[in-house]
């Protein structure tokens, strides 16, 4: 039973083009969401997150928007960069009682790669 | 200098042979994770520790026993290894009621 789904497996852009990379939901308990990188043989890294109570954060070139009526949420990346190239896992918590035991839900990824 | 760091990075065994995979942060956190990467990609937790105290156990198998001797580690022990296990093995931190993570390099486990 996936509760996070990230559907596209992979996508390619071309360098200076917008990426969006896309992840749903099914547990309406779900409360946090953060995206993550992940190249080659490293650990994932903490990209950018956003709370239940906003429906947008946004980084420097990357943005998050939260749909939570579709429970659907986005991750844009603008300008994209060849060094964009990576694999990007959505990641979904929910808070139990005002408390996060930590416990984090990975959606499968999406492979991102950026063209010269 | 390295924030979350695992050894061995690459391991491989036989089946039923006990092995352990040892993790060991310098951020300060309370809270340490173990996480499964299987073959389908996905990410999935196995156990949280906040200052050496189990919090999460999810559904694995008792061969797998996880240690803390103190908050900056988090080993993992692995008894009766079965091809099944294959994956790679990810430690994370974090500070307490903070969602971030951080996570090591992996550790790929190969059981022949």
């Known amino acids: 039973d996936q509760q996070v789904k990230q559907n596209s497996p992979s996508l390619s852009v071309q360098e200076g083009r917008i990426s969006i990379l896309n992840c749903d939901y099914t547990n309406s308990m779900f409360d946090y969401f953060l995206w993550y990188k992940k190249y080659p043989a490293e650990g994932p890294t903490f990209l950018i997150s956003i709370s239940s109570i906003k429906d947008k954060n946004e980084d420097g070139r990357f943005t998050v928007f939260l749909n939570k009526s579709a429970k659907h949420l986005s991750l844009h990346i603008v300008p994209s960069q060849p060094g964009d190239s990576a694999v990007y896992f959505c990641a979904a918590s929910a808070t139990a009682g005002g408390t996060s035991y930590g416990k984090l839900t990975f959606g499968q990824g999406t492979i991102l790669t950026v063209h010269p | 200098d390295t924030a979350v760091s695992q050894t061995p990075k690459y391991l491989v065994t036989q089946m039923g042979n006990d092995k352990s995979i040892k993790c060991e942060q310098n951020?300060?956190?309370?809270?340490m994770y173990w996480y499964k990467q299987d073959s389908k990609k996905f990410l999935k937790i196995m156990f949280s520790?906040?200052?050496?105290?189990?919090?999460i156990n999810e559904t694995v198998p008792n061969r797998f026993s996880p240690k803390s001797p103190d908050k900056a580690h988090l080993n993992l022990h692995i008894n009766s290894l079965e091809l099944g296990d294959s994956a790679v093995y990810f430690c994370?931190?974090?500070?307490?009621?903070?969602?971030?993570?951080?996570f090591g390099p992996g550790t790929r486990l190969t059981v022949t």
């Open positions: 951020l300060g956190h309370d809270t």
């Open positions: 994370a931190s974090s500070q307490v009621g903070v969602y971030e993570q951080y």
């Open positions: 520790y906040n200052n050496k105290e189990l919090i």
